[in-house]
């Protein structure tokens, strides 16, 4: 036996949520975004699992490899281009497509002289005034990318939306009619949306969705979880009690002693920490599930544990499951009440972590027990 902590990803909710996404943007392909090791989940295992998607999107061209390395024949999109003249032939010779947003890489590919051209993503800046050439600069790059030897015609467009997680912000409707605006009567596919947008924004379905954390059961909007749009949480975060004691009244729990015993209290101690990606910020409260039940976690987080109070568990000993977030545990709400967004803690889970699938042909349970490490 070694310790427990593990992340237990579901395929079948993988599969779930992609088959949501289609059926909220019917008539657009899916560039199922995978990057940052498939935002904590793993790159080979979630790219195999999200297999009915169009292509996927990645931030580095060593992600890439690594899905061509699983056996991905999908198309994958570089968001960020390349960073190198070199990483023009070799995303070309991995059949990958490139998104180009500034000067720089522009002239990159220009210079390059591949023997087979290449798809490129145009990146309009529309304004989330991050990545992208403004409006007034689109027109002259789109005609130097259509000349250019190494880039494939016609052309693909894309722009990133800042505020699509507010429904009905005018921000959004401007950058909706400055893409619009710029692009007018060019022929070329088109991709606006990621998550937020695909849910709330129809307008910006176009061509290629792009969604992300949606794919992982996890709602864009602050203050909703994602099975409030059938979504299925993917990753379930879990160890067990490896101490369960009782203090005494006036007792304190952990560094610095912030949480004190108000009466004898049963406590758990659970091998988490944030060693493991668990919020150092979650304070005194936040609900952690022990047997399937809640209960508060109580002082502060340290590297490699937790301590929760166990007064209304009687039962709970030691190598029982402690689940930290999952299906019945939203990591919305841990992520709300540690200060932060889900995003953060999905791919903040770090590598000592044991990564297991949970396919569905395998009774849950079962799985959960014997991890099948991921490869
Ligand atoms: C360019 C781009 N498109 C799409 C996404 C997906 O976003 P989300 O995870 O909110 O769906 C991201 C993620 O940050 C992104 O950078």
Redesign the pocket.
């Known amino acids: 036996m070694s310790r427990a902590t593990g992340a237990l990803i579901s395929l079948a909710a993988l599969r779930h949520n992609l088959r949501q996404a289609h059926a909220l943007a019917p008539h657009s392909r899916i560039m199922a975004?995978v990057?940052a090791n498939a935002?904590g989940h793993g790159l080979a295992v979630a790219a195999r699992a999200l297999s009915a998607a169009d292509a996927f999107?990645v931030a580095s061209l060593e992600e890439a490899l690594i899905l061509r390395h699983a056996g991905l024949a999908h198309p994958i999109v570089l968001?960020e281009g390349v960073f190198s003249a070199a990483e023009i032939e070799e995303a070309a010779h991995n059949g990958c497509e490139l998104v180009v947003h500034d000067e720089r890489q522009l002239a990159l590919l220009e210079a390059s002289a591949l023997e087979k051209s290449l798809n490129v993503w145009l990146k309009l800046d529309t304004g989330m005034h991050r990545l992208g050439f403004a409006p007034g600069e689109a027109h002259a790059v789109w005609e130097r990318l259509n000349s250019a030897r190494s880039v494939r015609t016609p052309l693909r467009l894309?722009t990133?939306l800042a505020r699509a997680?507010e429904p009905g912000n005018p921000h959004t409707r401007a950058q909706l009619q400055t893409f619009a605006d710029v692009t007018r009567g060019w022929i070329a596919e088109r991709s606006i949306a990621?998550?937020?947008a695909?849910l709330a924004w129809p307008e910006s379905h176009a061509d290629w969705v792009?969604?992300?954390?949606?794919l992982y059961g996890v709602s864009?909007f602050p203050d909703h979880a994602g099975v409030e749009y059938d979504l299925k949480p993917v990753m379930t975060m879990r160890t067990v009690l490896i101490a369960v004691k009782t203090v005494a009244r006036g007792d304190t729990v952990g560094y610095g002693g912030n949480w004190q015993a108000e009466r004898d209290t049963r406590i758990g101690i659970a091998a988490i920490g944030y060693g493991d990606g668990y919020p150092r910020h979650a304070p005194n409260g936040t609900p952690v599930l022990v047997n399937g039940a809640r209960v508060p976690l109580i002082g502060r987080v340290a590297m490699d544990m937790i301590a929760v109070d166990l007064h209304t568990q009687a039962t709970a000993r030691v190598g029982d499951e402690v689940v930290l977030w999952g299906p019945e545990l939203p990591v919305e709400e841990i992520a709300r009440a540690a200060g932060t967004i889900p995003?953060e803690l999905l791919c903040g889970v770090t590598q000592r972590v044991k990564f297991g699938v949970v396919d569905e042909h395998q009774p849950e349970r079962a799985a959960a027990q014997a991890p099948q490490q991921i490869k």
Do not use: Q, V
Request: proline fraction near 11%; glycine fraction near 10%; aromatic fraction near 10%.
């Open positions: 975004m990057k935002y999107g968001l894309m990133h997680d990621n998550s937020a695909l792009r969604p992300g954390i949606l864009p995003y």
